[in-house]
């Protein structure tokens, strides 16, 4: 219990004096977690509209493969794009491994499959209710696509935060490929596994405590520019 | 939108292209010490290096450099080392510098190590009264040492009371802090844990438990990108007068944790 009390005294301290490293290793989480969401939603939309609008040989599969590897642990995907990136592996020469641009990859594959399969759920729904009139309409499928996606937009911001939350609050995969490297890839959830093994409860629970607020934070101010939750707006 | 993007993308390259870096592979103990945050600042100001540390056991330490992941590694377990170098992955070893492994348990000490003879007798005192004891279990230089002790012992294991972690020297130092259990765990990671709760020193002095640091650079001919004049630079600077006062001078709660024995270069 103590622990968590010094921890929230240690969070608000780092926050109220704006900790130099704090600052830093919060801003390259932001920045490797949101350029792996943006990523990963120019991916995994235009396939959740595909999988809804088109009817082919695969498409089942192709939908039970996607919410299988919603579950994908990260720690594996951690593990082969390390192997991948290696020096010693197939793109080792772009020495990518032990860079930010490494942390985005495995993110990406983390969520893609995540926001793909919330998409593709909401997508399909409205399929079925825009089917007939967009058939009737003549509509190509990249004019079929660009309505769904377009009306969608709500629930597309749904699987977005869904992506965002898995991305901001993961360490296994990041651990690995990123190295947590200090003023380089380390990120709040490096930091937080790093002091807790330093035994060093307090300053780890207080980093935990300002993740979860930049969480909240950004879930906040997403609401509020799409002004979610406000009537006829949408 | 897009101009966010392109901001991130920049700030990504950015990151990337910095001045002079070198990656070095290190010990979880050589960090959880606390000294890697003093030699570091110093290596910066007087080599202009830059000096990124990878933080992980010395099994993988290894691995990385043979991988050619890292331009050097900073690691303690002598057999590893020397077939690191034998197997032309390295240049050459060079030792640094030392510390000790000591025995941790509960306070109370219900197997009575403290007042054993040796460190292996101190081990087969835990064995026979099966108090738990926690291994590292990760392949690191601790946890070979451990095993070395172990295999010089008459004690047999098994894991009613031998619990492996696999984790770093902190996390397993926690999971003994919560088992009551006894752990192998070198001096400095020890001095700077934080969470001693209810944990003392129990066993220490004994030579076998001596632990060598040494810096391999891993070889360019073998891997052509690593910057071996970096890795040259920091050894210099490593086994240098600056790096010795540091290093010696290197203290938590009044004890000195690392003894600096580097010899000048023979060639």
Not at chain 1, 6 to 22: K, N, Y
Not at chain 1, 153 to 182: H, K, P, Q
Request: hydrophobic share 50%; glycine share 8%; charged share 15%.
């Amino acid at each position: 219990m103590n622990d968590l009390w010094d921890g929230l005294v240690q969070a608000g301290w780092l926050v109220i004096t704006l900790d130099p490293e704090l600052v830093e290793i919060t801003l390259r989480s932001l920045q490797v977690t949101l350029t792996a969401l943006v990523i990963a939603c120019f991916i995994a939309f235009p396939v959740a509209a595909l999988l809804s609008v088109r009817r082919f040989r695969l498409r089942r599969l192709v939908i039970a493969v996607l919410n299988a590897l919603m579950g994908l642990p990260p720690v594996v995907v951690g593990l082969i794009v390390y192997v991948l990136l290696s020096r010693s592996g197939p793109f080792g020469v772009l020495g990518l491994l032990f860079t930010p641009t490494a942390m985005i990859i495995a993110q990406v594959i983390i969520i893609v499959p995540l926001i793909a399969s919330i998409a593709h759920q909401s997508l399909r729904d409205l399929w079925a209710q825009y089917h007939d009139l967009l058939i009737s309409m003549n509509a190509t499928q990249g004019q079929r696509i660009r309505a769904l996606l377009w009306d969608a937009r709500r629930a597309l911001l749904t699987a977005a935060l869904a992506g965002f939350g898995r991305a901001i609050g993961e360490v296994g995969a990041i651990m690995i490929v990123g190295g947590n490297i200090d003023n380089a890839t380390r990120v709040l959830t490096t930091a937080i596994a790093l002091e807790t093994g330093r035994g060093d409860f307090a300053l780890a629970l207080g980093l935990g405590f300002v993740l979860i607020g930049l969480a909240v934070a950004v879930n906040l101010a997403i609401h509020r520019l799409g002004r979610t939750e406000v009537e006829g707006r949408w | 939108m897009i101009r966010l993007l392109v901001a991130m993308v920049f700030a990504c390259v950015g990151a990337v292209a910095q001045a002079e870096t070198m990656r070095l592979a290190v010990t979880t103990s050589f960090h959880n010490s606390g000294l890697s945050d003093v030699l570091l600042p110093a290596i910066e100001r007087d080599t202009g290096l830059e000096v990124q540390l990878l933080v992980v056991g010395t099994g993988q330490a290894i691995r990385l450099g043979e991988a050619g992941d890292v331009d050097a590694i900073l690691v303690h377990s002598r057999a590893a080392e020397d077939a690191f170098v034998a197997n032309g992955f390295g240049t050459h070893r060079r030792e640094i510098m030392y510390n000790d492994f000591v025995l941790v348990g509960p306070r109370e000490d219900p197997a009575g190590i403290s007042a054993s003879e040796s460190a292996v007798v101190a081990l087969e005192r835990i064995a026979s009264t099966r108090v738990p004891f926690v291994s590292r279990g990760d392949d690191s230089g601790t946890h070979k040492m451990e095993l070395s002790l172990w295999a010089a012992s008459d004690a047999s294991i098994d894991e009613g009371w031998y619990r492996e972690v696999g984790a770093g020297m902190g996390a397993a130092l926690n999971t003994a802090a919560g088992l009551g259990a006894y752990i192998l765990s070198d001096r400095a990671s020890w001095l700077n844990f934080g969470n001693k709760d209810g944990m003392e020193l129990l066993y220490s002095g004994d030579p076998v438990l001596f632990n060598q640091y040494a810096y391999l650079p891993v070889s360019a001919a073998r891997h052509a990108h690593v910057k071996a004049d970096a890795a040259a630079t920091l050894e210099d600077w490593l086994t240098s007068a600056t790096a010795q006062a540091l290093i010696d001078d290197y203290r938590i709660a009044g004890e000195q944790l690392f003894v600096f024995n580097a010899q000048p270069r023979d060639e």
